[in-house]
Nanobody, 125 residues
Framework: QVQLVESGGGLVQAGGSLRLSCAASGLTFSSYAMGWFRQAPGKEREFVAAISWGGARTFYADSVKGRFTISRDNRESTVYLQMNSLKPEDTDVYYC??????????????????WGQGTQVTVSS
């Protein structure tokens, strides 16, 4: 069974950094584009970043561009989100998602096939 397990969330002061990890199992990891999304209670799930199957192509939401970096390690079936210069508005539950393509990298949450349970990121001012 496919599982995506996020970790690395926590409480950090504004300007600080966190690195989120998402460990995948039950799938051929290198056949999937991977994405990070975030969601606050009562809000729609928001695209944060995505990466192609081999890591050559990346996409970022304007709100995080220049601050966040997505990467992946296919040997370890893990995707990462390095978050620097964190702001209070980055506070959300962050979700890892997988999409089975080596050519397409969706930025819409509904297009992704598999999701983790999320990890809470809280940025204090």
């Amino acid at each position: 069974q496919v599982q995506l397990v996020e970790s690395g969330g926590g409480l950090v002061q504004a300007g600080g950094s966190l690195r989120l990890s998402c460990a995948a199992s039950g799938l051929t990891f290198s056949s999937y584009a991977m994405g990070w999304f975030r969601q606050a209670p009562g809000k729609e799930r928001e695209f944060v970043a995505a990466i192609s199957w081999g890591g050559a192509r990346t996409f970022y939401a304007d709100s995080v561009k220049g601050r966040f970096t997505i990467s992946r390690d296919n040997r370890e079936s893990t995707v990462y989100l390095q978050m620097n210069s964190l702001k209070p508005e980055d506070t959300d539950v962050y979700y890892c998602a997988a999409y089975p393509s080596r050519v397409t990298i969706p930025t819409t949450a509904s297009e992704y096939d598999y999701w983790g349970q999320g990890t809470q990121v809280t940025v204090s001012s």
